[in-house]
């Protein structure tokens, strides 16, 4: 495993940049997690339980300061579905992926819109609108029309250094929610004595429910099940900060990690939202942006091609 600090040694990048290749199926993917997570939230929640009153506030949205930008207070004049069905549509774009280049950044007004506006936001709310800043800025090296376009143009050399400094950010970014979630975990009584779980597939507003919950709440009485399931989780956020920063097969094992923890709580406490977004920016993150496809970005006559080949196969300097 190599670190990404090590791939950040100017001959690395060079050699990076001359086989940088982001248009592919995994950005799209990703990108169309967190559009997916963010419908589920539009269509699936009743408006009056998005804009609810809380704690004793007027009811949502509130168009102080720069919230006023997001669709519901722009609109805020409108019947309730028409700011919506704007952002409905806008999410409908991201996933046929149409001009991500130029619906990226909708994409990030219409995350902001959601996140800003509805009385309840959970982290995955907050965490896609920095995602997709992000993304954005990755997309700048995306120039398909639609998401299954195969045409690859060449690209000039800026435009894949900002998408790759992008993509850079991402991987930190994925690396800092996690870690600060698996560590902070450790300062907390519940966690380190391993009972943490217990107590939250049994919590009455979040806790598991449905035919699951007689079975969580029959395998959480089992000590050391408990137990592995805490540190299990504890582990597993600590294990995808640390892997999204290696080399390209360990943030292969990063994404699998992200995968199965948050399938696990999508199916034990729900969460949907959360969950897909979380894995759709591990997605992105986890993208092997070397390709050996010639077509796109030749390789520059000043390197020797026989020694770039080799060292792409061996995935030393992939970033």
Not at 54 to 82: E, F, N, Q, T
Not at 87 to 107: M, R, T
Not at 208 to 235: C, D, E, F, K, Y
Not at 288 to 315: F, G, K, Y
Request: glycine fraction near 8%; hydrophobic fraction near 55%.
């Amino acid at each position: 495993m190599q670190l990404i600090i090590g791939e950040l040694r100017v001959l690395a990048l060079q050699r990076a940049l001359s086989m940088f290749e982001i248009r592919g199926s995994q950005l799209w993917a990703g990108r169309s997690l967190i559009a997916g997570a963010e419908l589920l939230t539009l269509l699936l929640t009743p408006y009056s339980a998005l804009m609810q009153s809380v704690a004793g506030a007027a009811p949502a949205p509130h168009c102080a300061g720069v919230r006023a930008i997001g669709a519901y207070c722009l609109m805020k004049d409108s019947p309730h579905w028409v700011p919506t069905m704007t952002l409905v549509s806008i999410l409908l774009c991201v996933l046929a992926g149409v001009l991500p280049a130029i619906v990226g950044w909708l994409h990030v007004w219409a995350a902001f819109s959601i996140a800003s506006a509805i009385a309840s936001p959970d982290g995955g709310d907050q965490a896609a609108v920095v995602f997709l800043i992000l993304v954005a800025v990755v997309n700048i090296a995306d120039d398909r029309r639609y998401g299954f376009d195969r045409r690859r143009r060449r690209l000039s050399a800026p435009r894949l250094q900002i998408a790759l400094a992008g993509l850079f950010a991402i991987r930190i970014q994925v690396a800092m929610i996690y870690f600060d979630s698996g560590i902070g975990k450790v300062f907390a009584n519940d966690w380190v004595t391993g009972a943490a779980e217990y107590y939250v597939i049994r919590d009455l507003y979040f806790g598991a429910s449905g035919p699951v919950a007689s079975v969580m709440r029959a395998l959480t009485s089992n000590t050391l099940v408990v137990v592995s399931l805490t540190w299990g989780a504890i582990v597993l956020e600590v294990a995808i900060a640390v892997l999204i920063l290696c080399g390209p097969h360990s943030r292969k094992f990063a994404l699998i990690a992200c995968s199965i923890l948050h399938t696990a709580i999508i199916i034990t406490i729900g969460l949907w939202s959360f969950g897909l977004t979380m894995i759709g920016g591990v997605a992105i993150a986890a993208i092997a942006t070397s390709r050996r496809d010639p077509r796109s970005h030749p390789i520059p006559p000043t390197m020797d091609p026989r020694r770039l080949i080799s060292v792409v196969e061996d995935d030393v300097t992939v970033i």
